[in-house]
């Protein structure tokens, strides 16, 4: 009984039963194998973040933001008086998260690679790339750099997955993927 | 403290004890009273944090979206508060006393401390509920800076937690007496092993809280300038991580207690139970990564190490605890007459006792839903695709309330009549109420798993995004997951009723047990409690086919799911 002393005042000397050995050894290797991926991933996946960080000052990264604006911006996005930027492919590429907004609207060429930089300009938020399902936590202070290649076109959603206050639930941004002409 | 050594059996002066007319343990009349109370308060906290509970999954359910946006975050992170923390450290600490003096035959250490103990605990919770409330902490329970809360919210929190290390304390003098004392021969039961494990693993956790949440509370009065975000997040899920592994531990030691008093169950092998709890303490605070993996400036080096417990070595211990209480329960059935087939010691067990149903489901529940979710969501590459999605509530309600809450509620059946000396009324409720909690907290553990696998966000107001400048129409799947968690969290809900209704009414209103009534009814049944006393041992090699078929299931259903979420991964845009 497990609500009792062992009887056996030596139960580290007690042999195991083999079920025990069997089930120790095979939950040890799916350990391992399940490490094992996680490593293997970074040399065969294509899906793993990059370790590139900067700390940076919210300002400093708003002035960045608002450079790439002034080079790329070809529209508004609908009535919403939001800029829409098409940078050149290959390029550094900003979006920063603020009560309540992505800032600003990217479209991107499908098949490009972009070097992607987020930070926040206030609090933490969450960059939910939907329906892609891709989910980045953003922080004021951290410029977190990434390349991505989008590989299907279409509109898809920044949803905001980190709380961030009361209008948290109307902070949604956009990325445009179209095809390369 | 002059302790009288010469006369152990005698106890300390001024100690008074009875004995348990059940199991013929002495009973230290302070642990009693402790227990008692830390066991009540545990529950008001259940059912007020429960109740908010329901409040938020009635707000996501989209078509019936009770709750303005600021009540809805407001009682979310009261919720959080309430369940997550009080209710579970309160019953911790009654577990704690509970595997130390009553386990151990003696006297609790300092029981003016563990009555201060409880008053700052009691203190700190109320400081954080009125902080929350009052509406100007509406934070989430991990209060993220450098959204600010308050100034009491963290003092609350900070007193709760001073409250809970000096019961801690208690707890670990208490095995000291039992020791100098001579009240147990050779080793601390295996209960009482997991309930020190619970115990050391709250000391570090605690120490995480309190290097983090001084400073905030400093800052937010206005003493500190700047809190770093990520600092923040590394130390504080160093208490919101590591406080769960208390859970777990507990639970784990109420699993082997109930399998023990019930089934007359001894673990397989108590070297074997006793590393499992080892691994626990070693690697499982390592869990702080969990929740920075898809953080910036944090190296994938640093996340897998830690993400992983090493080498899946804490995983490690909570699977050898998931074959070895399946197969000390097989091997106490089969040895108690069932041994026909794979399966009759499991068709025949006490199904109909709740205690014995809420550890089952207890144990199925945190292994199937909550263990390998947490697992595939613990992966560097696998977060991606489920950060802060309803996947990770979805995943933590099967842990700490499919898993923690069930056991401690299935616990709670047994208390009532030892501790509290009283009958379980309304036997029909008590022997239902498992099965209705237990699937109404599966439902909402796999409906939120299933929205946030389809993207949806956790912690947010409305996916429809009324309001909102540009739009965004999550798939009709998602809104489909989303009413029926609604229709799952009412039938938890109702479960979690059933619980407070049946414990609180027998607690205060309860006939007392009588000589007559023990004979009658005995809480331990006598094929388990005192017959299998006296041959205590490690369990002499038994064959097991039936745990070695629901070990074999759990196994591929791991390796299965755990296999498909990378081949989702494999299909969304290439990141480097």
């Known amino acids: 009984m497990a609500i009792f002393p062992p009887q056996n005042r030596l139960w580290w000397k007690e042999p195991l039963s083999g079920i025990e050995i069997t089930w120790i050894g095979v939950a040890f290797v799916w350990g391992l194998v399940m490490f094992g991926t996680m490593v293997g991933w970074h040399f065969v996946g294509k899906q793993n973040l990059s370790n590139e960080t900067y700390r940076i000052n919210p300002n400093a990264f708003g002035e960045k933001v608002e450079a790439m604006v002034e080079r790329y911006q070809v529209r508004e996005e609908g009535d919403t008086g939001i800029p829409v930027v098409h940078p050149a492919p290959g390029t550094d590429i900003y979006m920063l998260g603020r009560l309540w907004e992505w800032y600003p609207v990217l479209e991107l060429e499908k098949d490009q690679k972009y070097r992607l930089h987020l930070s926040s300009m206030d609090w933490q938020h969450g960059f939910s790339l939907q329906p892609q399902n891709i989910n980045l936590q953003v922080h004021p202070g951290y410029e977190m750099v990434l390349t991505i290649t989008p590989d299907k076109s279409g509109e898809y959603a920044v949803v905001c997955n980190e709380f961030c206050g009361i209008g948290h639930h109307t902070m949604v941004g956009k990325i445009h993927v179209i095809d390369n002409k | ?576």
């Open chain 2, 1 to 576: 403290m002059a302790v009288d050594t010469q006369a152990p059996s005698r106890g300390f002066i001024g100690a008074s004890y009875r004995t348990c007319p059940e199991t013929g343990l002495k009973v230290c009349s302070q642990a009693e009273a402790l227990i008692k109370v830390n066991a009540v308060v545990a529950v008001v906290f259940l059912a007020v944090g429960g109740f908010f509970g329901l409040m938020v999954a009635l707000t996501r359910w989209p078509a019936v979206h009770l709750l303005p946006a600021d009540w809805f975050y407001l009682l979310l992170t009261a919720h959080g508060a309430d369940v997550l923390l009080f209710w579970v450290i309160f019953f911790e600490v009654a577990v704690l006393y509970f595997a130390s003096a009553i386990i151990l035959n003696c006297r609790l250490a300092a029981p003016k401390f563990a009555w201060l103990a409880f008053v700052l605990m009691v203190v700190g919770a109320v400081l954080a509920n009125v902080a929350v409330l009052q509406g100007e902490s509406s934070v989430m329970f991990t209060s993220y800076v450098p959204m600010q809360a308050a100034p009491h919210f963290y003092l609350g929190l900070i007193v709760f937690a001073v409250g809970t290390l000096i019961a801690v304390f208690c707890f670990f003098g208490t095995l000291v007496i039992a020791k100098e004392e001579g009240s147990y021969e050779g080793s601390v039961p295996l209960v009482t092993f997991g309930a020190i494990t619970a115990a050391i693993i709250a000391v570090f956790t605690i120490a995480s809280g309190a290097i983090i949440l001084i400073p905030t509370f400093l800052w937010s009065i206005g003493y500190i300038s700047h809190i770093d975000p990520l600092m923040y997040k590394v130390i504080w899920w160093g208490m919101g991580h590591a406080s769960q592994q208390i859970n777990v531990s507990a639970q784990v030691a109420i699993w082997y207690a109930v399998a023990a008093m019930l089934l007359g169950a001894k673990p397989l092998s108590e070297k074997v139970s006793r590393m499992a709890f080892l691994m626990y303490i070693l690697f499982l605070q390592l869990a702080s990564a969990h929740h920075l993996l898809v953080e910036p400036g944090v190296s994938s080096e640093w996340k897998i190490f830690n993400t992983s417990y090493a080498l899946y070595l804490a995983v490690l211990g909570s699977m050898i605890h998931g074959m070895s209480i399946p197969g000390a329960m097989e091997a106490a059935q089969r040895r108690n007459g069932f041994n026909n087939g794979i399966f009759e010691w499991l068709r025949k067990a006490p199904w109909s006792n709740p205690a014995f149903s809420g550890t089952m489901l207890s144990i199925v529940i945190f292994g199937f839903l909550g263990g390998i979710s947490g697992v595939v969501m613990g992966t560097e590459q696998l977060n991606l695709i489920m950060h802060n999605t309803l996947y990770v509530p979805g995943h933590f309600h099967a842990t700490v309330v499919g898993g923690t809450t069930l056991a401690f509620m299935a616990v709670s059946y047994l208390l009532v009549p030892l501790i509290f000396r009283k009958e379980i009324m309304f036997k029909k409720i008590a022997q239902w109420q498992p099965y209705v909690f237990g699937a109404g907290v599966a439902g909402i553990s796999l409906f939120m798993m299933g929205a946030g696998t389809l993207g949806v966000a956790r912690r947010h107001w409305d996916m429809g995004f009324s309001d909102a400048a540009m739009s965004f129409d999550y798939p009709a799947t998602a809104f489909l997951m989303m009413g029926l968690n609604g229709i799952a969290a009412l039938c938890a809900a109702l479960g979690g009723l059933m619980y407070v209704l049946v414990i609180v009414c027998s607690v205060f209103f309860g006939k007392a047990r009588t000589p007559e009534s023990i004979a009658a009814f005995p809480t331990l049944p006598k094929t388990g409690g005192a017959a299998t006393v006296t041959t205590y041992g490690s369990e002499a090699h038994p064959k097991l086919p039936g745990t070695v078929v629901l070990v074999s299931v759990f196994f591929v259903a791991f390796v299965l799911y755990y296999y498909v979420n990378w081949k989702y991964l494999s299909e969304v845009w290439p990141l480097s």
